[in-house]
């Protein structure tokens, strides 16, 4: 009997030098979580409607999903949703959507509240998604929020698969081209993996926020980015004065970029290339603010290569003249804010940077910036006006209302 006691304790001691000695600083809980990890398999193709209704007969039993989207803002004048990433925890699906036009399978599940949608960094594919879609969100979680929350500060996808589970993601193909076909398979398998780990990863962050009693935080930020809405911008805009790097350009220099910049856009549109791919900004500045009158003129400007100066050369000197015959383009006047305003939000980021230190979090965590403008503005005197403008941060509202009243009102005790 007293053999089989110190049999049992050196067992026990043996486990316990074991389990000490493992390679990371984590809990046993988490090591748990490492050694589950989902199988990777192939995902499935999704590219006919006959296979986008069987992904939704198997979607219809989920009481979670997984969701990426990978677009082609890089390669094209007007981007779109190139390829659609849901997972459930027995399969992975990449939808095409370039094959197949109706997606509207996918809505009733996206809206449905008893269904949860997991994301990393929601609000571009949300974006994109309402945009070419028009689909409505409801019950989300945003990994990405949840880490910000917590205080992580490498709140990428690869950073918290890889020092949460020891997973390394190939992120080679970030900024690939999503809209070429056929996608290789390296390319599949790396899309399918953003939505593979995306459970285990949400479970982890969940149970860090309700440790540290955010989780009412964290669903109040949920919440408030499923409404962020979609929008027809494609990033390509052509006012003269939007153009970084234009600040300190004259009128006369603002005509010259403005007709060069529409030129710009004729390509692009023509070629269907995002502004970038035709000439860069700092190009058509330099072309405006230079003495421009010959092709040995443009042929200095950096960039401009043989190649180009071929195609372009002679259009972007009618380009060039019609700015220097067109009236000035005076530059916008900025709207001059009330100094009593801006010593609101200079009190309010002061207290925001504070409470953020304590939190050990970013500011907008504790205050978002266009909540704090908001507040700013419109200058609420008493809580049931505060309540109001913050009826969609009630958490916020809860615990940190009474300080935002007071200081606001230090302009009163001054």
């Known amino acids: 009997m007293v053999l089989f006691q110190l049999s049992i304790i050196a067992y026990i001691f043996a486990i316990t030098i074991w389990i000490t000695s493992l390679p990371w600083t984590c809990s046993l809980q988490d090591y748990n979580e490492v050694m589950e990890l989902p199988e ?30 990978e677009s ?10 190139c390829l659609v990433q849901i997972s459930i925890p027995s399969a992975d699906y990449l939808i095409d959507p370039l094959t197949v036009s109706d997606l509207s399978a996918l809505a009733p599940v996206f809206a449905n ?30 990994t990405m929020l949840a880490a910000r929350i917590l205080g992580i500060t490498e709140v990428g996808l690869g950073s918290l698969l890889q020092n949460r589970f020891g997973v390394v ?9 999503w809209g070429r076909r056929p996608l290789t398979e390296e390319m599949l398998q790396y899309a399918a993996l953003d939505t593979h780990y995306l459970f285990n990863l949400r479970d982890s962050l969940s149970a860090d926020l309700k440790e540290k009693q955010l989780v009412e935080l964290a669903e109040e930020d949920f919440r408030f980015i499923s409404r962020v809405e979609g929008h ?14 234009a600040h300190p350009i004259t009128p006369q220099q603002a005509a010259v970029l403005d007709q060069l910049c529409q030129y710009r856009d004729q390509q692009a549109r023509r070629g269907d290339l995002p502004h970038f791919k035709v000439f860069s900004n700092q190009q058509l500045l330099d072309l405006s603010i230079s003495d421009v009158s010959t092709l040995e003129d443009i042929s200095k400007v950096k960039g401009m290569s043989p190649g180009v100066l071929q195609r372009h050369g002679s259009n972007l000197l009618e380009a060039v003249q019609r700015g220097k015959d067109s009236k000035p383009i005076p530059k916008p006047r900025r709207t001059r804010l009330p100094v009593d305003y801006l010593q609101r939000i200079d009190r309010l980021k002061k207290w925001r940077k504070s409470a953020a230190s304590e939190m050990k979090v970013e500011s907008d965590v504790v205050l978002p910036r266009e909540l704090m403008e908001s507040i700013a503005y419109h200058h609420p005197g008493t809580t049931g006006d505060l309540s109001a403008l913050m009826k969609d941060f009630p958490y916020r509202y809860r615990k940190y209302g009474q ?8 302009e009163n005790l001054a």
Not at 113 to 140: G, M, Q, S, T, W
Not at 234 to 242: D, S
Not at 403 to 410: G, R
């Open 40 to 69: 990777v398999t192939t995902p499935v193709w999704v590219d006919s409607q006959l296979k986008m209704q069987a992904m939704a007969v198997a979607l219809s039993g989920a009481s979670r999903i997984a969701v990426d989207t």
């Open 72 to 81: 082609n803002s890089m390669f094209a004048y007007q981007e779109q949703v």
């Open 113 to 142: 509240p008893a269904v949860e949608k997991i994301f990393h960094a929601a609000e571009y594919d949300l974006i994109c998604l309402k945009r070419d879609y028009h689909f409505e969100f409801a019950n989300l979680f945003d």
């Open 169 to 177: 993601l190939d992120k080679r193909y970030q900024r690939a081209n």
């Open 232 to 245: 027809g911008q494609n990033g390509n805009a052509t006012n003269c004065w939007k153009v970084a790097g």
């Open 403 to 410: 300080k935002i009243l007071e200081i606001l009102n230090e």
